[in-house]
């Protein structure tokens, strides 16, 4: 398994060494090309165009006495990608 495979130039020098091996290649960028004759799974989340996602908390979780929040927002722009901010906090104590 390749994670994070970007090009597949290094997905590439593992089938050459191991030809009879089964490699499965995973990269997150949706902007990568894939090689001629290639299978792909994509995993397409909400929302499915351009919109304004406002500020909200997606992650709230406590460990010991430490709390972690994760935080994002996205926002339209003239590119096919998009924009997204996210933030993760760490909040000693356990309290904001």
Do not use: K
């Amino acid at each position: 398994m390749d994670v994070g495979a970007g090009g597949g130039h290094g997905t590439r020098v593992i089938a050459n060494s191991v030809a009879e091996a089964e490699i499965v290649a995973v990269e997150p960028s949706m902007t990568l090309r894939f090689a001629p004759g290639g299978r792909a799974v994509l995993n397409l989340q909400p929302p499915g165009a351009p919109v304004t996602v406002p500020e909200s908390r997606f992650a709230d979780v406590r460990i010991g006495r430490r709390r972690y929040e994760g935080w994002g927002r996205a926002e339209p722009v003239p590119s096919p990608i998009g924009h997204v901010e996210l933030g993760m906090y760490v909040i000693n104590g356990g309290d904001a």
